[in-house]
């Protein structure tokens, strides 16, 4: 499926890049940090020395320091409009995959929504950029505002709200059906086993919800997950174990999704990305 829809001869990632890959988390918890909503020049001035420094000995760092550089080396002489804005989608992730919510935000705006905003990394591209493009990039900016998490941001609405907003958007966008959703529900099933709580939600919300259709996945189901399990929680002994067993898979599941559309992304950028994921069968 893959095939038909980007080119067979992909290129390795550049290093660059493809060492950033496995420090890609997605930690849960009562609080997160607020989003500033400010465009990736000023975000650049507050993230201090060691984010600002290119010297820094952390890969994610380089990337911090100077984004538009990390978009240039996913972006071939050669390549087309769609290709560079799969590029633009690919750092957003794997800057949200380090905490970086806001620079993600300023790169999957202009993709994904049709007006122009003080923020945006660019002019809106919404009514030209293709449809995996648009959807691809809805559903990172979903991804985004559940990293937003209980945090108050757009039009009053907490990140999880938000999120829904934006899962919703990508499910009904033209291109929804080139979404890896079947590969997101393959990986994430898997990392589920051994873990009892973590199997019995997979059955309930995903197998269940899902009846016949094997590539059946609802990311506004692990925003739900990832705000139970980040809420304070009492009780005996036994429960405690198994909320925190719920909460490990919930954050193993987060990162695995974004990974997965990662891997989409580079592929529509023309990157292989084989390292992009572990633990689940992907195609």
């Not at 849960?28 to 001035?45: D, F, R, T």
């Not at 393959?186 to 094997?214: P, T, Y």
Request: glycine share 8%.
């Amino acid at each position: 499926f893959l095939s038909s829809l980007f080119p067979t001869m992909l290129l390795p990632l550049p290093t660059s890049i493809s060492s950033c890959l496995p420090t890609i988390r997605w930690p849960l918890g009562p609080s997160s940090p607020p989003m500033y909503y400010k465009p990736i020049e000023s975000l650049h001035n507050r993230r201090g020395a060691a984010a600002n420094s290119p010297s820094s000995s952390s890969p994610i760092d380089a990337i911090v320091s100077d984004v538009p550089k990390a978009i240039s080396s996913l972006t071939a002489p050669s390549a087309t409009p769609d290709q560079k804005q799969h590029a633009l989608i690919s750092v957003g992730l794997i800057l949200l995959g380090h905490g970086y919510a806001d620079e993600c935000h300023d790169i999957v705006t202009p993709l994904s929504w049709s007006d122009d905003t003080h923020f945006g990394y660019g002019p809106s591209v919404y009514s030209t950029a293709s449809p995996s493009v648009v959807s691809a990039a809805s559903y990172a900016h979903s991804l985004v505002h559940r990293r937003e998490a209980f945090n108050s941001g757009e039009y009053g609405m907490t990140g999880y709200s938000n999120a829904n907003y934006w899962s919703s958007a990508s499910n009904r966008s033209r291109g929804a059906d080139t979404i890896p959703y079947g590969d997101m529900r393959r990986a994430i099933l898997a990392a589920s086993k051994g873990n009892s709580a973590a199997e019995a939600w997979c059955q309930e919300r995903i197998v269940e919800e899902g009846k016949e259709d094997d590539t059946y996945w609802e990311s506004r189901a692990l925003h739900e997950l990832a705000a139970q399990v980040s809420r304070p929680r009492g009780g005996n002994e036994g429960a405690d174990v198994a909320a925190a067993e719920l909460k490990l898979f919930a954050e193993t599941a987060c990162e695995l999704e974004l990974k997965v559309l990662l891997k989409h992304c580079l592929k529509g950028a023309g990157y292989e990305c084989e390292e992009c994921v572990t633990g689940g069968e992907q195609t």
